[in-house]
């Protein structure tokens, strides 16, 4: 065979090879109700997904994690058009890679703030601990499966889910963008149980009832044990009020921080202070 011969049977089998390997790897291209691993893909719509967002207060300065990313649609957003760093979690490779596409062909792609990146894993097997955002658009039972890991993330970390609540947990804010709803809470700090208190001299027990961020309970001052009112619970902010042994109101505001508890009171004839508690 001459050389030429030998360069043109070369040529036509790289060619040949090409064309099949085209013809066998057609581009991928999401399917709506293709199956998952625990869900099929349905992708959130665009005003749904502005809203997810702006329920959190997503800013430049936050690490948002979806879980569950799909096309990376929600990931994109948070990184275009909010300015923070982003990382979804997709279990299908093929999507991983679509996703990454359209990171790329929004001007978003890579890690750091502005841009946003998506992951092969299982959310089940994701330390998403030191996210500030977390985002789904999953199932009840797997919201629920996910609670636990949620509630145990750092007080005050925010979470949105599309469509699906988390029962019994109920959402501090619940919107709906043309009939679909969105659900927003904000991760508790665990208050439960006895607290000394201590305020302007004065020691007191502090004894706290908890159920998610909602929360009630009673102070013990010498005799005295007075209903706490308007307790509240907002991440790591709380916030109470009692009435003494004079009928005089004092209110607290403060801020947990694991063990302690530490802020500022007030009451109705002017008099304030600061105020700390340890857990007992």
Known sequence: MTLQARCVAVISAALLLFSFNSFAQPKFEPQVGQAGKDVIWVPSPDDVVDRMLTMAQVTPGDFVMDLGAGDGKIAIAAAKKFGARAIGIEYNPDMVKHANDNAQKAGVAGS?????????????????????????????????????QLLAMRPGTRVTSHSFSMED???????????????????????????????????????????????????????????????????????????????????FTGRVNGGKMEGSFRDEKGAEGRWSATKK
Do not use: C
């Open 112 to 148: 750091g703030a502005g841009k946003a990146l998506i992951r092969h894993g299982d959310i089940f097997a994701t330390d998403f601990s030191q996210a500030t955002v977390i985002t789904m658009y999953l199932l009840p039972g797997l919201n629920m499966k996910l609670r636990p």
């Open 169 to 251: 947990w109920e959402a501090d804010e619940t919107s709906s963008v043309d009939g679909r709803r969105a659900y927003f809470w904000v991760i508790p700090a665990i208050v439960q149980g006895g607290w000394m208190l201590e305020a302007g001299g004065q020691k007191a027990e502090l004894g706290l009832e908890q159920q998610f961020q909602k929360i009630h309970g009673t102070i013990a001052i010498g005799p005295l044990q007075a209903g706490l009112r308007e307790a509240r619970l907002r991440g790591p902010n709380i916030a109470f009020a009692y009435v003494d042994a004079t009928g005089t109101r004092r209110d």
